[in-house]
């Protein structure tokens, strides 16, 4: 069992940033690949961002990249999304997740945080 919290979100206007961590307790976090979703009103939750166990490897989904930047600390047990030159479309809850493995499928996580809310206004 792993348990997940996600802090960070907020209100902000477009091109400003915004970090997103996600700390991990329960079962051992090496253990598992971590991915960030989100999900918009009216939408489909959808694959943000995903980071295999030891951070060496890392995914995006393509309207994110070179703007946001996931990273993990497996000592502090902590997962982070650094969101830049954020727009209104990231408006969206962001969810933590965690797969179970070395590497991130991007699908059908083993655990869910309960979600962070991100509003980006123009």
């Known amino acids: 069992q792993v348990q997940l919290v996600e802090s960070g979100g907020g209100l902000v206007q477009a091109g400003d940033s915004l970090r997103l961590s996600c700390a991990a307790s329960?079962?051992?976090?090496?253990?598992?690949?971590m991915d960030w979703f989100r999900q918009a009103p009216g939408k489909e939750r959808e694959f943000v961002a995903g980071?295999?166990?030891?951070?060496?490897?890392?995914a995006y989904r393509t309207s994110v990249k070179d703007r946001f930047t996931i990273s993990r600390n497996n000592a502090k047990n902590t997962v982070a999304l650094q969101m830049n030159s954020l727009k209104p479309e990231d408006t969206a809850v962001y969810y933590c997740?965690?797969?179970?493995?070395?590497?991130?499928?991007?699908?059908?996580?083993?655990?869910w945080g309960q979600g962070t809310q991100v509003t980006v206004s123009s």
């Open positions: 329960g079962d051992t976090f090496s253990n598992y690949a």
């Open positions: 997740a965690a797969e179970k493995g070395l590497y991130y499928t991007g699908e059908k996580p083993d655990y």
């Open positions: 980071i295999s166990w030891n951070g060496g490897t890392t």
